[in-house]
């Protein structure tokens, strides 16, 4: 899985897949999410606003390191859609960028 290349712990994931399956979870990221272009998923400033804001709702204390790896991770996707053309990236099984707009960060 490529998230772990990038130094983001197994156990951060699951907690968060397994958060995300609350239904009232799911819609707040879902609106904190609505309106963010792949553009802005390439601005280092706002994809940081965006992961410190998911924390939030997810109850998720990150340290600065974990913040910047999933600042990292979520700009490196750009390069990847490039190499293998999708409509969309995945972070596990789930679309991250899809028709332009951040879907899913985990589920």
């Known amino acids: 899985m490529s ?11 699951e907690r968060v897949k397994v958060k995300m399956k609350n239904p009232a979870t799911k819609d707040r990221i879902k609106a904190l999410l609505d309106g963010v272009t792949k553009f802005d998923l390439q601005d280092r400033s706002k994809v940081k606003r965006l992961v410190k804001s998911s924390a939030k709702v997810l109850g998720e204390p990150l340290t600065d390191l974990q913040e910047e790896q999933l600042v990292n991770f979520v700009i490196a996707q750009k390069n990847r859609s ?16 899809r028709d332009g707009k951040m879907r899913a960060i985990v589920c």
Do not use: M, N, T, Y
């Not at 998230?3 to 994931?13: E, H, M, N, T």
């Not at 490039?82 to 960028?97: F, I, K, M, N, R």
């Open 3 to 13: 998230w772990q290349k990038f130094g983001i712990r197994p156990d951060l994931v």
């Open 82 to 97: 490039e190499e293998h053309a999708p409509s969309h990236q995945a972070v596990g099984d789930v679309p991250l960028v």
